[in-house]
Nanobody, 122 residues
Framework: QVQLVESGGGLVQAGGSLRLSCAASGRTFSSYAMGWFRQAPGKEREFVAAITWSGSTTYYADFVKGRFTISRDNAKNTVYLQMNSLKPEDTAVYYC???????????????WGQGTQVTVSS
């Protein structure tokens, strides 16, 4: 099992950048594929990005390709989401997630953080 804690959210103007972090507890962090999801008010939670346990493969939702970058540091038990060129429609609560299986982390990961708010003003 793994516990996840997100940080780094906040208020930023359109065109700005933020970097989210997700710290994981447990000695088996490097075994997990990690993902980021988001949920805007009145909308369903949606997939944003994912990274394999080794960091060798990443996958992005079309609406963030070229703007967001997911990365991980297994020595620090941390996964990151660098968000550039932010738009007002990126406003949402961003959640970190983990799963042992690559396909599962992109769909229904079993482990979730509590979320961090990102607000992009126009």
């Amino acid at each position: 099992q793994v516990q996840l804690v997100e940080s780094g959210g906040g208020l930023v103007q359109a065109g700005g950048s933020l970097r989210l972090s997700c710290a994981a507890s447990g000695r088996t962090f490097s075994s997990y594929a990690m993902g980021w999801f988001r949920q805007a008010p009145g909308k369903e939670r949606e997939f944003v990005a994912a990274i394999t346990w080794s960091g060798s493969t990443t996958y992005y939702a079309d609406f963030v390709k070229g703007r967001f970058t997911i990365s991980r540091d297994n020595a620090k038990n941390t996964v990151y989401l660098q968000m550039n060129s932010l738009k007002p429609e990126d406003t949402a609560v961003y959640y970190c997630a983990a799963a042992l299986a690559w396909m599962v982390v992109r769909s229904k990961p079993p482990y979730w953080g509590q979320g961090t708010q990102v607000t992009v003003s126009s």
